[in-house]
């Protein structure tokens, strides 16, 4: 990841902007890349982003925005970590390492992935019935894991109304899903 140049120092984040999104983000990076510190380094430079292009008081979704600049950003430190070479790890014994191979090999054939992959689709789908909100709502708390009170915080909504569109979400997907 480029580092700032010391001489341009950005300007400070806004106090909003840093108390609304801050707990979500640093939630978001420390799911997907288990390390605290980075996590905190990557919430930091996304904060920098949106704030320096200018653009969040005219977006109409702003937490789709801040999320679409936080996946580039983490997408673009995973790119740039390809390219420095692989991690360094701790190899397996042969035995070990042979019946994980095969356990994994097992777990993700082809097929599966593919079956998993359209079930995903339509589930988003038959959300995408209920709303933009109640859709976004609904998969930052069961699928990023994302505590009912960030989110609350994040869309600057009750507690109870997340919990409504949770619970929409989760009926709606029971009566289309619940016979299977």
């Known amino acids: ?47 920098l982003r949106v704030f320096a292009a200018g653009q969040l008081r005219q977006v109409d979704e702003p937490e789709s925005y801040v999320f679409t600049v936080a996946t580039n950003l983490l997408r673009d430190q995973r790119r740039f970590q390809a390219r420095r070479g692989p991690v360094s790890f701790v190899p397996l014994d042969d035995d070990a390492g042979n019946e994980l191979e095969q356990h994994l090999v097992e777990e993700l054939s082809p097929e599966r992935v593919l079956l998993s992959r359209d079930s995903l689709r339509d589930v988003l789908c038959t959300l995408d019935e209920l709303g933009e ?48």
């Open 1 to 47: 990841m480029p580092i700032p140049n010391k001489d341009s120092a950005p300007a400070e984040i806004p106090v909003e902007l840093n108390a609304r999104f801050r707990g979500p983000l640093l939630s978001f990076f420390t799911r997907r890349t288990k390390d605290h510190a980075q996590a905190q380094d990557l919430t930091q430079e996304t904060l």
């Open 133 to 180: 909100r109640t859709r976004n709502i609904f998969v930052l708390f069961r699928l990023e894991r994302m505590k009912q009170k960030e989110i609350a915080a994040l869309y600057g909504i009750g507690l109870s109304t997340v919990e409504k569109h949770v619970m929409r979400a989760t009926l709606h997907l029971a009566r289309r899903y619940g016979d299977r």
